[in-house]
């Protein structure tokens, strides 16, 4: 998603060999002090993509429950 104006966090996709010991957290967290180390070239405005979960066939469950009645589409289709 593009906003004029922002900054954008989008998902960040680990690979299984390392998705242990925290390492996704740590990424995570890197990302965000790497923002705030370097201020001036970014947005004052963040918009951060947060990653949900989904079942076998690809639906969301936060979706089914609430997105939907905002948007009138289905399950958002995953981009990375």
């Not at 002090?33 to 469950?61: N, T």
Request: proline share 8%; with cysteine.
């Amino acid at each position: 998603m593009t906003t004029p104006g922002t900054a954008n966090c989008v998902r960040c996709f680990l690979d299984p060999a390392y998705q242990r010991n925290r390492n996704g957290l740590l990424l995570s967290k890197a990302r965000f002090l790497f923002i705030a180390a370097f201020r001036e070239w970014f947005s004052p405005h963040l918009f951060a993509e947060l990653r949900g979960c989904s079942d076998e066939q690809g639906q969301s469950p936060f979706w089914d429950a609430l997105g939907h009645h905002f948007f009138d589409i289905r399950s958002p289709m995953p981009t990375g």
